[in-house]
């Protein structure tokens, strides 16, 4: 019973909240992740892996701006396919160490990943998806008035960039991944949400958004017609009435259900509601879909931890 | 009489010589170049593309230096990582879009790649390869004392780092490479030679080292069976007695001779030589090997343009 996962990894899979960006932070955590990852592998599933880029693209976009005047920068699509590549690197070179430990020959590639949206998706109107890091108000109100760019205030942090989150529509390298999957290989794809492309009459062209890893995971999902979509985040169920003294961890949840919670706004937009609604479209299209945790992946694949989406339970 | 043939693009390709790097630039030149190469697949020809990554690699490194304090830096390996997400972006769809204007509906998809290395190889006792860009004698002498690194004063120019250029022994991704082909992607790798890796135990890592791009792609083109290795460059053929009044333009050339250049000290090393070397060993193996410009190149696939190789005339 070969099945084809296609697993979204969280952003604590690379980086953790605090932790700089050293190479060997990220490596580090990136070695504990792709152990689970290689269990997973060796339950004989067909991985394909999804994977965030915030705080990776934020880097090279900080990167970009203390270099201008000397080096170029470059727009949004192009940092995201250098962090791709970078990240790409990273997860299968580890990935393949630790399936190698487990005596696992196959091979794992990496795919600069595009997603095609529409260039009348109403998210071009509201940029609300904030990108690299806090700036002060001044840095952000020249770049608004010189650059035409959206800026927010953050909770008393400081501003932010914003950018479009338009739906993803298409994968364009969809054919290609499915085709190494059916020869059997591992592949890591859709980095940071894939990069997103508009296709006007059969040209692509990249554009300043991001695209929702979850949902750009599902798209994936669907494209290449997996069996199920495993959204890996910071804890091992979805709450209903999350922090309240109520809460409430799911394990089996319906179609109908899933659909009342979120109207009802019990996940947090941004964070567990994008994971959600991933889940409700994967299982609309027909596959399974399961949100947890790293450490509970491989039990949830077995139905016996994490929260599981399903038409009916 | 559908062939396999690995391309070698030359530096120019993407970023010309006193270029600052502006995508636009950028942009220009990939679009010249992949009309040609789009040319060549619609003749029929299954083609894997590699390609050169100095210029923007150099521009990585520079933001990595200026960007110190703030944003970790990080080791070449991941930077090459970076080109090879960035560059393959840009080349896979713009190439997708010059197919398109020719009806020709194929995947285009670039792959991270990574080719390993032998730690022995006599090349880590030399590091003789400048990467980055030019510093003052202050700056280098005090990396070389801090970081341990080998820098070379280049031609009044400046000073720069060098690191080794180890032979490639075997590409990591070969196997996914050719399943791709085979299914009539057009595939996009080893960007700046390959990522250099040392597998000990049948684990890899990245090593600080940049493989000749030229022989990396001879190494590919044997390892995924391709037909012919054509090696783009600024001029149309190889010359002998090149720069002198007795300057004569290669055509047709055996191993035998081939070989007796070489050693005879005709071609520039790190440019001219690395080049015909990759042919002798691709046409040593059983392919064919071509060197010529961007404009010939489909002229020299039918054998009428062109520095052809081949075991005899």
């Known amino acids: 019973m070969e099945r084809t996962v296609v697993i979204a990894l969280g952003g604590n899979a690379i980086l953790g909240p605090g932790q700089e960006g050293h190479l060997e932070e990220q490596l580090a955590n990136v070695a504990i992740t792709m ?55 990273m997860i299968q070179q580890v990935l393949s160490n630790a399936l190698e430990e487990r005596d696992i020959d196959l091979s794992v590639v990496s795919l600069v990943t595009q997603a095609t949206v529409d260039p009348d998706d109403p998210a071009f109107d509201d940029p609300a998806k904030p990108i690299g890091r806090f700036y002060s108000e001044e840095h952000a109100q020249s770049r608004a008035a010189e650059a035409g760019e959206a800026w927010i205030e953050d909770a008393g942090r400081g501003w932010r960039k914003v950018v479009p989150s338009p739906e993803p529509e298409k994968i364009v390298e969809a054919q290609a991944i499915q085709t190494l999957l059916t020869q059997g290989a591992v592949v890591i794809c859709m980095g940071g949400g894939g990069i997103p492309v508009i296709c006007a009459e059969g040209r692509y062209r990249g554009v300043e958004a991001v695209i929702d890893k979850d949902l750009g995971a599902e798209r994936l999902a669907e494209d290449v017609g997996a069996d199920v979509l495993l959204i890996l985040t910071d804890i091992d169920n979805v709450m209903l009435d999350y922090g309240t003294p109520e809460e409430e961890a799911l394990t089996d949840v319906t179609l109908q259900e899933a659909e009342r919670y979120l109207q009802e706004g019990q996940f947090a937009a941004g964070s567990m509601a994008p994971k959600v609604e991933a889940c409700l479209r994967f299982v609309r299209w027909g596959g399974d879909a399961i949100v947890t945790s790293l450490d509970r992946a491989l039990d949830a694949l077995q139905g016996e931890a994490g929260t599981r989406f399903a038409a009916r339970t």
Chains 1, 2 share one sequence.
């Open 35 to 89: 152990n689970q990852i290689a269990d997973v592998i060796a339950e004989g599933n067909r991985v394909v892996l999804t994977h965030g880029n915030g705080p990776q693209v934020g880097a090279i976009l900080l990167q970009n701006d203390l270099a201008l005047g000397q080096v170029p920068a470059m727009p949004l699509d192009v940092c995201g396919a250098m962090s791709q590549g970078m990240l790409g690197y």
